[in-house]
């Protein structure tokens, strides 16, 4: 369920691979009433949005 929805996510938001291993799969995390994008291969995480969208940017916006 949770890998159909950042296929989606990513078709969307055009979410970019993992900074630190280029993977591109990735799932949500949820923290209360924020996500974060995280990396399913080597663990790096995105900083919270307050939805799936502004965490999709977040991710797009890291640097290695």
Same mark, same amino acid.
């Given at each position: ?9 990513? /078709? ?9 291993? #280029?993977?591109? /799969? =990735?799932?949500?995390?949820?923290? #209360?009433?924020? *996500?974060? +994008?995280?990396? =399913?291969?080597?663990? #790096? *995480? #995105?900083? $919270?949005?307050?939805? /799936? +969208?502004?965490?999709?940017? $977040?991710?797009? /916006?890291?640097?290695?």
């Amino acid at each position: 369920r949770c890998a159909g929805t950042m296929i989606l996510l990513a /078709k969307a938001y055009k979410i970019k691979p993992c900074p630190f291993c #280029g993977s591109t /799969k =990735l799932s949500k995390t949820y923290y #209360g009433n924020h *996500e974060s +994008i995280h990396c =399913l291969v080597c663990g #790096g *995480e #995105g900083p $919270l949005g307050i939805n /799936k +969208i502004v965490a999709a940017q $977040l991710w797009n /916006k890291r640097v290695k």
